[in-house]
């Protein structure tokens, strides 16, 4: 199973867990804040799902998206009765996705759960779903009794039948939970042979004691014990053991003198010595919840910090020492050169467990965008540019669903139909470009249609509609009432104003909504995702008749980063190194010139003209006047008139190596602050410095 797969399963089971939870709390009574949720994790599991190739999977959460649309909108109230249904249908699916997780190639075919509400679930049969043949594999859907119809069970049920067949006790198989059967499912298909053993002790013996005793006589003749069932016959306790075995050599007749047993399933066939293959080694995964990541990662920036306050200690202790120390000194200097370096191939094993390519899911994005394309009629040819990229692994399950939904957008919404290209002088093939590159420490993603761009006096049009419909709408999203609320002084339309309209939750520029787009759960998710989730940002550009760029930036995941320390007013601030492009020193650099234009000060730099932006501006919204000496930071921009951007500060401080910490931004939420860094002060304590959000300077530039 590839990486996307695995990410696939991985996520899709969280998001079934957490609508659970979410179905539950609607037993409470109705919440507008629960069901937007389950209609926002019903989204990204149809998404994911279509761009991996499981449209079954993908229809279904599509019904069960709709049918809380109508829940949302009112069209349908959710009662009692319907909850029940719904948690079955939930869990039918959770329990399919854990089945053919385990499969090599897994495959969503046999999956056809109806929903209906109110209804009861049921598994139909579809002529050509068939369970796969494995290795060991004799079991196979059979024909209902007299009905002449095909009852298609999940692989669990035919396993638990199969197994039912073999004793003449079938509740000893029922006592077996989901996950047993799954695991005897897979020494099955694994080719591997099982065994039932019993061991009937009486209550007046020392049970307990003896069913040890057995247990490790058992392990030690070579088999493994899958299963316990313990069962009560009169005066009898009988334990039942379902056992493989774990070598070749495990000892049958030895077993014999332990326990009763029989044989409860045979492997196939064992391949001849002649044509046998021996099988690759195969790798060896271990699922680690990325919380365990985190806490290794917290330890290497301890480490860091400790080793920073170490260094400053000897420096100054190494000043007073003569000149007959200076040996020793090299000797110490040199060994905290090789903790340095260990720590940071440290770092880089860390990160190289929570990196993931992101030509990975552009490769998926690739394949979905054909056939979404191929659904609705359109042609189009996708190109990729730029570097490879690895990204962490967190950001990218978060980041794969945003985009493909971006990308869908510009099929869906973007490329004209063949016909109509050809009337415009287009080719009739749409173009979709999807560049990839670094900036200013930043990885920058854009998704580029050559289609008809975005129509302002449309989605303005929409917008009051959909705010004469909805006068509940909070002030966040109130962003006019006329057309010319959306106009610039010049009488052209403002599109910066008007593109934060397509980021309105519940807002659509569709008449009517299909699998692909048209529920306005979209873009508001995946801007809610990429700036608050990742701390990324996201923009859009576009041409009316010429195409749409929406282009994405998220930062690089680094456990320690090299930082600046500035002062600024007295107090210490710091930016990653990576995203000054230079730095200048004014009044020393006769080469500056400060100008003012349209009542911003302006740095202009052998020729170059960069706008300058104080700290004042970024936390308080006030302009300040420039001290008469100062540090110019040049930042890279991807917005705006100007490229770059000139950040002032009073001093630099120092330059170091820092382990950046995210800031919880649901309990501390400091505008222009994306995080902090510890260092050990002059004093010798610990000092916490903000780390300002590079990503969010250009929005203070008018």
């Not at 930062?555 to 500035?566: D, G, L, N, Q, S």
């Amino acid at each position: 199973m590839d990486d996307i797969l695995r990410l696939y399963f991985n996520e899709t089971e969280e998001l079934i867990d957490q609508i659970l939870d979410d179905i539950d709390l609607l037993k409470e009574g109705f919440s507008a804040e629960v069901v937007n949720e389950i209609l926002r994790k019903f989204h990204t599991i149809k998404g994911s799902s279509y761009s991996v190739g499981f449209m079954k999977v993908g229809d279904l959460a599509h019904k069960l998206e709709d049918f809380f649309v109508n829940i949302r909108d009112g069209k349908e109230e959710l009662n009692e009765d319907m909850i029940p249904s719904i948690i079955s249908v939930v869990q039918r699916l959770k329990g399919f996705l854990m089945e053919i997780s385990s499969h090599p190639q897994p495959q969503d075919s046999n999956l056809d759960i109806d929903f209906e509400t109110g209804s009861t679930v049921q598994y139909k049969s579809a002529e050509s779903s068939h369970a796969p043949s494995k290795p060991g594999q004799d079991y196979a859907p059979t024909p209902s009794a007299g009905s002449g119809d095909l009852v298609q069970v999940s692989e669990k049920e035919l396993v638990r039948q199969k197994l039912k067949e073999k004793v003449t006790d079938k509740s000893i198989i029922d006592e077996l939970s989901d996950s047993e059967i799954l695991q005897l499912k897979k020494y099955i298909d694994e080719g591997k042979d099982l065994y039932l053993g019993f061991l009937k002790l009486s209550f007046d013996s020392d049970y307990d004691k003896e069913g040890k005793s057995a247990m490790h006589e058992i392990k030690e003749k070579g088999f493994e014990i899958l299963s316990t069932i313990t069962k009560i016959e009169g005066e009898f306790i009988v334990f039942c053991f379902i056992l493989a075995p774990t070598k070749d050599e495990a000892n049958i007749e030895e077993l014999k003198k332990v326990i009763d047993f029989q044989k409860l399933f045979s492997a196939a066939k064992k391949a001849s010595a002649r044509g046998a293959v021996a099988p690759q080694s195969a790798k060896v995964s271990l699922k680690v919840d990325i919380s365990e990541i985190e806490k290794i990662m917290n330890i290497i920036g301890d480490l860091v910090t400790i080793k920073n306050s170490i260094y400053t200690s000897m420096e100054s202790l190494f000043a007073s020492f003569g000149i007959q120390q200076q040996e020793t000194i090299q000797k110490i200097r040199d060994n905290m050169s090789e903790i340095e370096r260990k720590i940071k191939d440290l770092q880089d094993i860390v990160l190289g467990v929570r990196m993931f390519s992101l030509d990975d899911i552009l490769k998926v994005l690739e394949r979905d965008l054909i056939t979404t394309a191929n659904q609705i009629g359109k042609k189009i040819e996708v190109r990729k540019e730029g570097e490879s990229i690895t990204i962490d692994t967190e950001i990218a399950r978060k980041l794969r669903n945003s985009l493909l939904h971006i990308a869908r957008n510009a099929v869906t919404h973007g490329i004209e139909p063949a016909e109509e290209r050809k009337l415009l002088g287009k080719s009739e093939f749409g173009k979709i470009t999807i560049k990839t590159r670094r900036r200013g420490g930043n990885i920058i993603i854009e998704i580029t249609d050559d289609g008809r761009g975005i129509d302002p006096a449309k989605v303005v049009q929409k917008y009051l509609a959909w705010r004469e419909s909805n006068p509940n709408i909070s002030k966040r999203f109130d962003l006019g009432e006329t057309e010319n609320d959306f106009k610039l002084p010049d009488g052209s339309w403002d599109k910066e104003k008007i593109f934060k309209i397509l980021f309105i939750p519940g807002f659509s520029t569709r008449d009517s909504a299909d699998k692909g787009a048209g529920r306005g759960a979209g873009l508001y998710e995946v801007k809610r995702e990429i700036e608050e989730s990742i701390g990324g940002r996201i923009s859009i550009r576009s041409e009316l008749g010429e195409g749409t760029t929406f282009s994405i930036q998220i930062p690089t995941a680094k456990i320690v980063v090299e930082t600046v320390i500035f002062r600024w007013k007295g107090k210490k601030f710091a930016l990653p190194l990576s995203a000054i492009r230079k730095t200048e020193i004014y009044p020393e650099n006769k080469d500056i010139v400060i100008k003012i234009m349209q009542g911003r000060k302006i740095a202009e730099i052998s020729g170059r003209e960069y706008p300058l932006i104080t700290l004042d501006e970024t936390f308080e919204g006030n302009k300040s006047e420039l001290p008469e000496r100062f540090y110019i930071f040049i930042i890279e921009s991807e917005e705006g008139k100007y490229s770059d951007i000139g950040l002032v500060a009073d001093e630099i401080l120092d330059i170091s190596d820092t382990v950046m910490k995210n800031l919880d931004k649901s309990v501390i939420n400091l505008k222009g602050v994306s995080s902090v860094i510890e260092v050990i002060g002059e004093e010798g304590k610990k000092e916490i410095i903000p780390v300002i959000d590079v990503m969010r300077i250009p929005e203070f530039v008018s």
